[in-house]
C-alpha cells in the first residue's frame, strides 16, 4: 500500500492550493484519511479526517478555509486550500486507515509529506 501526496508549494498569503492524495497497491479497502501539517519545531497536527461514509470533520484553526473531499472509488483525497497564512506553512502529510484483506485490522499508511509555505 503506498500513499502519494502531491501539490505542495510557494504561495503568497491569501492565495490556495489543493493537495491531493492518492492510495495505491493491493488492499481490500480504505476506511479513513486525513490529513496533517507539521510546523518547523511543532509536532504534527491533524487537521481534518473523512470516514469511508462521508463523515468529515475539521479543525477549528482551519475552519472556514480548508476543505477535505474524497473520491471513494478512486481512493483518492483532496484538501483544498484557502486564504492561507504564512502560520500554515509546514509539511502536509496524509494518512489512510487501509484493511489489506477483508475481515483483517486496519492499519495506518502515511503519504511521504508535501511542503507548503506561505510568504510574500
Known amino acids: 500500500v503506498q500513499l502519494q501526496a502531491s501539490g505542495g508549494g510557494l504561495v503568497q498569503p491569501g492565495g490556495s492550493l489543493r493537495l491531493s492524495c492518492s492510495v495505491s497497491g493491493s488492499f481490500y479497502n480504505v476506511a479513513y484519511m486525513s490529513w496533517y501539517r507539521q510546523a518547523p519545531g511543532r509536532e504534527r497536527e491533524l487537521l481534518t479526517s473523512a470516514t469511508s461514509g462521508g463523515a468529515t470533520n475539521i479543525q477549528d484553526s482551519v475552519k472556514g478555509r480548508f476543505s477535505f473531499s474524497r473520491d471513494y472509488r478512486m481512493n483518492t483525497g483532496w484538501l483544498q486550500m484557502n486564504n492561507l497564512k504564512p502560520e500554515d506553512s509546514g509539511v502536509y502529510y496524509c494518512?489512510?486507515?487501509?484493511?489489506?484483506?477483508?475481515?483483517?485490522?486496519?492499519?495506518?499508511?502515511w503519504g511521504q509529506g508535501t511542503q507548503v509555505t506561505v510568504s510574500s
Open positions: 494518512a489512510a486507515d487501509v484493511r489489506r484483506h477483508a475481515g483483517r485490522p486496519f492499519n495506518r499508511y
